[in-house]
């Protein structure tokens, strides 16, 4: 069953993930944040890669966290005090089910 915000597309689950980057401000915003241009935000046609959600959890001090911009990732946490999430900094558990972004791309 997809989570709320998500839907059946065809065959694939497709997840409303693009509301976390409007929310934030939009691409534009986004981009500014992370250093990189827009259209590549826009790029991403709301998934979110797992590399930059790393990064906007970081960026946002926790306030969104990167299960909430992709719950089909497998992530654990390493205890990091410096890390604003209380359970320190997210990892991709890369002995998980294989998934296509278990590789260091970041989009």
Known sequence: MPNAGCRIVGAALK?????????????????QLLGIKPPSVSGWGGRIPGGRCVELERIT??????????NDITWVR??????????????????????????TARG
Do not use: F
């Open 15 to 31: 997840c409303c993930r693009m509301n976390i980057i409007e929310d934030m401000g939009g691409p534009t915003v986004v981009a």
């Open 61 to 70: 001090g926790g306030r969104i966290t990167v299960d909430q911009m992709r």
């Open 78 to 103: 390493v205890p990091d005090a410096a890390w604003p999430h209380p359970d320190g900094r997210p990892c991709i558990d890369l002995a998980a089910a294989p998934h296509p972004e278990t590789s």
